[in-house]
């Protein structure tokens, strides 16, 4: 139980339901108190990305949501399809926290010196359970941000940041030339088109439709494809063909995209082919799928030779693969250029009841472009 | 031209025509003069492998196929549907040939002490253009068959016989502990079957129908799987779990099969885990899909976390990279075990002509486990 001197936080809360349903609820819950090493950090900001909606809704038809509670202690319920549940047996039943990444104020320290130097400090951190008031956590995770940087600028410092510079990490390291993006007008898209202007780096943005190839357009990006146009598999071929792309990051998952995509760096890479293979092309042609925004099935007809891949991408598989000093340089940089190069923007700031309103999640689960959400933890509770 | 002293020879040839056919016949062409370091082999035996029947049928519709020419003179046509024809640009209009393998007896041979060497030896060679009666090839290229070994006997020394060794090989320097077959009854699955029995790997094997089972059981298979069980699933969970495969070779390529393997490896991965990630296991889990008996669109729905990889896989590849020395040993290997670990059994034996006959094609055509048919383009010329 907590003691007079504990200082108590609401925390959002997951839970899936073995009858097929996920409960989203707000519990107050006591902050640990910090260990040597250890701080806590007050949360200010924390960004609703794609991927913390995975671990939030639990796969749920949100289109079936009900809300109960109350304003200020709200539940929201949601039917999990069958089918999804089945691959959930691993979190049946567990009252999980939320939040991938957020910023914040050292509100606590422990003993050790490097813990107490962070005393007062605004910091970035990764590491779950940031959907919350208060988060305690090693002071060498946290990232301290440039004086004059607030929250809301550095919650998103990890997430997409890393990833867009882990993408052009992982083209460099493979051996590719220039990469392929999809979904690009997404904020991690902009951070990426950045990236790539800066570094010199060739990028074929892919998006949906025509605002957002002016919207990317008018960031500087060189080749933008849309999958909405009738010239599109031509258009893409083309972006190919000029850039050299033999890599790409797909954030869609499902349907026919990663297979069009190959197809095109097959026609592309078989333009300066001088006789016929029967096996296609030598170039090795590579998808990465690191996210679903599109749940269906994934499907293509494997008319690019046999020099290809699709597979999973996944940051911390990345990060850990490179190691603690080579992040450490990529967090270094994203700290450097949070208000130019990895500067985010929201749509609206909410509390953590607010985010459990139906009205609410029914525009920020949409993961549209341009419809980001912040949570603000503390929001109205100070 | 061909002087007085050139030894003519049929050989059989496929082309592409750009209004949607390809036309098979047989040409009478020259044989080169074998240079210093060349030998001529006279063709006795030469397998259909599935790898032949892409360049041999251009994706055509093999079911309009009609008959011209004469029964010594034969010429065969058929349709090939516009979305293949629109992937075969790079061949069309070209009378190329066919076949990658083949044994037979060096007849003529260069001035080299390399070539000298070789007169009058069996010997297996591997280099596409062997379904004709006489190939002239480099010395270097060809594989001395052990005394008292039949030229039909070694006519399978390269493609099914590496390709088994290669999937192994590939499974040990990738670091997975066990392997996973498809169309696992094939003669390069009863192959593979031996080497892992043999080489005490572990493998789970993937058939079609319960006689499939039957023959791999009594050649020693401990571990199949029948696709067409109301149980597969299961069976396969079951069979992952035991063996620990981790990585699996397709040789059917379209339809589901290959997103329900690494299903079944996520789910017995999971088995052992300790506590709920939402982004799957953490182990790699890889489907290289090496044919395509199914022409079909591959399908998966990405129920097996973010740590997979699905793609081509192909023997010639493999081989560059591995290395000649590597390589070497390999097919070393193969000629010593030739009556042993890497016999093949053939359903007919045909000449080039009877090769290009409709009731034949109807047959080999359909790639049939137990249907295997070897040329030998000196029959009934001699």
């Keep these: 139980m907590a003691d007079a001197g504990t200082r108590m936080g ?3 809360r997951s839970t899936v339901k073995k009858e097929g349903i996920v409960e989203l609820s707000l519990a107050r819950v006591p902050t640990p108190e910090p260990k040597a090493e ?23 038809d949100m289109s079936t949501a009900k809300a109960a509670g109350t304003a200020d202690d709200p539940v929201v319920i949601a039917s999990i399809p069958p089918a999804v549940l089945k691959a959930l047996g691993g979190r049946l039943e567990q009252s999980l926290p939320v939040g991938n990444e957020a910023a914040g104020v050292v509100v606590q320290a422990g003993s050790s010196p490097a813990a107490q130097a962070l005393m007062g400090k605004t910091v970035a951190i990764l590491g779950g359970a ?7 956590i090693k002071a060498v995770q946290c990232l301290v941000l440039p004086p004059g940087t607030t929250p809301a600028e550095g919650a998103d410092c ?3 940041p890393l990833t867009a510079l882990g ?8 051996g590719h030339k220039a990469l392929v993006h999809t979904a ?7 951070m990426l088109n950045k990236i790539c202007i800066k570094d010199r780096v060739g990028l074929v943005n892919i998006v949906r439709n025509p605002e957002q190839v002016d919207l990317l357009k008018k960031l500087g ?25 033999t890599v790409a990051f797909d954030a869609i998952g499902g349907g026919r995209l990663a297979g069009q995509i190959l197809t095109a760096m097959e026609i592309a890479a078989n333009k300066t082919a001088k006789e016929y293979s029967r096996y296609g092309s030598t170039t090795h042609k590579q998808v990465y799928i690191y996210g679903g925004l599109d749940r269906g099935p994934t499907e293509f007809n494997r008319a690019f030779g046999m020099a290809w891949g699709i597979g999973g991408w996944l940051l911390t598989a990345f990060l850990q693969k490179i190691g603690f000093d080579a992040a450490q340089k990529l967090r270094e ?5 949070i208000k130019t190069t990895f500067a985010s923007t929201y749509t609206k700031e909410v509390s953590l009841a607010e985010a459990l309103r139906l009205e609410e999640i029914a525009v920020y689960g949409k993961q549209a472009t341009g419809q980001k959400y912040l949570i603000n933890p503390n929001k109205g509770l100070r």
Tied chains: 1, 2.
């Design 158 to 160: 990890f997430v997409n």
């Design 10 to 12: 609401l925390q959002l």
């Design 184 to 190: 690009a007008a997404s904020n991690l898209g902009q």
């Design 38 to 60: 250890e701080v806590v950090v007050r949360i200010d900001a924390s960004p609703i990305n794609p991927s913390d909606q995975g671990l939030l809704f639990g796969g749920a």
């Design 333 to 337: 940089r994203v700290a450097a250029e």
């Design 167 to 174: 993408m052009v990490e992982t083209m460099r390291a493979e």
């Design 221 to 245: 990006a060189t080749s933008v494809c849309n999958s909405s146009s009738p010239t599109f598999m031509d258009d893409l071929i083309a972006a190919h063909t000029a850039s050299g792309a």
């Design 130 to 136: 940031m959907y919350a008031q208060y988060r305690c």
